[in-house]
């Protein structure tokens, strides 16, 4: 138990030195940077961000699809709760896709139902967006959500445009990454093999671009009238509590 003590304690100050920039970063954005229970990943909180209360964490990945480590941004908007939309990697997606679709037709339906993750469940029950004005946003990425219209409308303009400068060296072709309305906040989840201040602000920018353009989306949903809800019955009834694991 002693060794295992010492061994917990030159990882952690080794890490603190090593991520001293993300640290300082963090104290100028009046951020708290603290780390992980075992030393080897660090957690961000800032209540006051703009534009909602962020947190940003690095450690072990928490998909399977992530392999190794990876970097999760949440951040709480007020979105409607019911303002369901994602684009994500076209690599990932063809490849959640057939795994989903695998799991779905296999005598494990009810498990996978309530095992899999959000991202993987929503490739079956929403409908692509066929259609990105973008080239190569539309080369590089796919999207779906609840409603074609309100997707279409989320990444046409700023949030596009952010994806294909991304695209150009945050998220090079075939690195998994994820971006997610849900429960009223805006997600971001990315592999990331070490954590590094550059990248970290760059997909902070990337998240933030995506928040104010679901609120705008949002804005104007509360405008049109009723909700167009296309959810089935078993996922309204059956989600998860609110948990940066899921994502």
């Not at 010492?6 to 100028?28: C, G, L, M, Q, T």
């Not at 805006?186 to 970290?200: E, G, K, V």
Request: net charge positive.
């Amino acid at each position: 138990m002693f060794f295992k003590q010492v061994k917990h304690w030159f990882v952690a100050r080794s890490n603190a030195a090593r991520w001293r920039p993300i640290h300082d970063w963090s104290e100028s954005r009046n951020a708290q940077f603290r780390l992980t229970r075992d030393g080897r990943g660090f957690v961000i909180e800032q209540p006051k961000a703009l534009p909602g209360s962020l947190r940003i964490e690095w450690g072990d990945s928490q998909r399977g699809y992530i392999k190794g480590s990876e970097l999760r941004i949440r951040c709480e908007l007020r979105l409607h709760s019911d303002l369901q939309m994602m684009v994500l990697c076209r690599q990932l997606m063809e490849s959640l896709e057939s795994t989903v679709f695998e799991a779905y037709t296999d005598t494990l339906k009810t498990r996978v139902d309530t095992d899999t993750p959000e991202e993987m469940r929503w490739l079956v029950m929403f409908p692509k967006l066929g259609q990105i004005s973008s080239k190569l946003v539309r080369q590089r990425f796919g999207a779906i959500g609840v409603n074609k219209d309100l997707t279409a409308a989320w990444l046409d303009g700023d949030l596009s445009e952010a994806l294909a400068q991304a695209s150009q060296d945050l998220l090079p072709e075939g690195h998994p990454v994820v971006i997610m309305t849900l429960r009223g906040n805006a997600y971001l989840r990315t592999a990331m093999d070490q954590p590094s201040l550059p990248a970290i602000q760059g997909l902070l920018k990337l998240l933030e671009v995506a928040g104010r353009e679901a609120q705008r989306v949002n804005g104007r949903l509360s405008e049109s009238g009723p909700w167009p809800t296309t959810t089935s019955i078993a996922w309204q009834s059956s989600r998860p509590e609110e948990d940066l694991s899921r994502p």
